[in-house]
Every structure is written in C-alpha cells, then in structure tokens.
C-alpha cells in the first residue's frame, strides 16, 4: 500500500566447417577454399547456446542493440533479430527499435536509489548537457526522476527560479543562496518522493515556464511518452502545457519503450537529450518530426 500524506538451432555449415569447429586440420584444401581456423570459428555455436549469450550481455546491460550483438555474436543482423524474436515470444525480453530491452520493472517501480545507479554515467553526460541549456534568470521547472536529480549538480552558479515537485530536488538545492525554490505541495507520494494531484497541478497555474527537465519510463516515436504512475503522468502532462521549452532525459534504454501511461506526444517536446549508445534510426526519425536531439558525451 503506498504511503500517501496530505501536505499543504545450429548455425548451417559445410563439412568443412564442422571438422574446423571440432578442432581437427584439415591436411587438403582446393585452392580457393580457405582453410578454417579454431579463431575464425571460435563464435559458431547452436542457436540455443547464442539465445544463452544474448540473454547473457542483455542481463549485464539492460538493452542491446541488434548490429552490435550480431558482430558481437559474428553473425548477421538478421540471425540476431530471429533470436530476438524467439525470445520477446518466451518473455525473456522485449524488442525495441534497433535491438532489444529487458522485461523487467519499470523504473517507477523500483527504489529511488536503484533507479540512481542504473546507467549512472549516460545520467551524468545527459545532466551536463542539459545544464548547458540553462540561461540566468530563467524559471525550470525540475521533476522527480533520478535523471533530472543528477541535473541538480550541474546548474549553473547564476540566478534561477526552480519549481519542483520533488523532495529531493527540494532538498538538494535548499541552501543555493542563487536560487529561488518554489515546492508545488500536494499529496505526498512515498515511491517517487514528489508531489502530486489536484494541488500539485493547480500551483502551476501562477508560473511561467521557460525550461521543463524532466524523464519518464520510455519514449516511443508513435504513442509518445509513458510512464507507470498515473499520478505522475497526469501533473507532467499538466507542466508540459505551461512550458515553453520542453526537454525531455532519456538514456539510449528509454527509446523505443512503452509504459502503463502515456502523457505526451513527441511532438510536444523541444528537444530530447540522451546518451551516445541512442540508436541512430530512433534520433533520426524524431528529428525528422521537428524535435531537436542531442547526445551528451
């Protein structure tokens, strides 16, 4: 119960190849054919044994992206993509745009401090980058994510207005003398550490915007921006439409992702500011819709 308080199969080869799998030389060859080496085939290996793998780098990374697994893998795209299938139909993963994410909870659902350590250096070069943006004066509004709470340590030494609805951006920046803090108030959600609801949404009313941070469980390029809590996605939608730059943080693992709620289109946002490892296609087609994409290094 959340704790809410009111606050104001085998690879085909030839013969040849099974013998060189095996680990025997061949003594002959004709003369055009090249001889195989224990390090050429070092890679070939039953389809289940490669499923193996693929689960295997996708547990130590999170998401995967098919051209690299499939030169991982020394196979070809397409043979990694039939992979890919066969194991989003046993639930072992989920396909995205370019590759392939894990099933596992939505980052809504885990710890705040969990959801801190996952892909903590993308957060970083993406906070960075975001900061940049900042122009003295401003007001920016700061919600709840972890990504948009490593922004906090990169804003600029010069005068702001943040509006938040996170205690722990309310907290990280109480005592910047620079800084003026506006808290929303409303109903205190536990899980994420922010405030939500009618009183959240309506403070917003008396505030013009000119930057809005913020992230959510995925972005995808046909039903938009998602996110597990309804709460959540409700006051975002509401902040969305009293800003005037909306910038939206996501790590490569966000693109292609749906959630339980969506609360944007993409057209809704300036600018997307995400991490190298984004797949190409994904930037390319957004930027080709009219939204700006930028990769923090």
């Known amino acids: 119960m959340e704790n809410r308080n009111e606050l104001g199969p085998l690879v085909g ?48 990374s999170g998401s995967l992206r098919t051209a690299d697994t499939a ?6 795209d397409e043979t990694i993509r039939k992979d890919f299938e066969i194991l989003e139909k046993r639930g072992e993963l989920i396909r995205t745009h370019g590759g392939a994410s894990r099933p596992e909870r939505t980052r809504e659902e885990l710890p705040f401090t969990e959801r801190q350590a996952i892909h903590r250096e993308e957060k970083q070069a993406i906070a960075r980058l ?11 509004f700061l ?7 490593t922004l906090t340590g ?13 205690l722990n951006v309310f907290n990280v920046l109480a ?24 009183s959240a949404e309506n403070s917003l ?37 009293s800003a005037e730059d909306v910038v939206f943080l996501a790590d490569h693992s966000k693109l292609s992702q749906k959630s339980a709620f969506f609360f944007a289109e993409v057209s809704d946002l300036s600018c ?26």
């Open 143 to 149: 919600d709840a994510s972890s990504t948009v709470l």
């Open 205 to 241: 009313k008396r505030y013009n915007i000119h930057r809005m941070f913020f992230s959510g469980n995925g972005i995808h390029l046909e039903r938009g921006i998602s996110e597990s809590n309804p709460l959540q996605a409700a006051f975002k939608e509401r902040v969305i439409a």
């Open 13 to 60: 080869q030839n013969n040849a190849n099974l013998f060189g799998f095996c680990g025997i030389e061949l003594t002959s060859q004709p003369k055009n054919q090249e001889i195989p080496t224990k390090r050429r085939f070092s890679k070939v290996m039953l389809a289940i044994d490669r499923q193996r793998q693929i689960l295997k780098l996708l547990h130590g």
């Open 175 to 198: 005592d910047r003398p620079n800084i003026d803090l506006i808290c929303t108030g409303g109903t205190f959600d536990a899980k994420s550490r922010s405030f939500v609801g009618l």
């Open 272 to 297: 997307l500011i995400t991490d190298r490892a984004a797949d190409r296609e994904f930037a390319e087609e957004l930027e080709g819709r009219g939204v700006e994409v930028l990769h923090g290094l």
């Open 130 to 140: 975001a900061a940049s943006r900042i122009q003295a004066n401003e007001t920016i």
């Open 71 to 76: 030169a991982d893998l020394g196979v070809t």
């Open 154 to 166: 990169f804003l600029p030494d010069f005068p702001l207005t943040i509006l938040t609805n996170a």
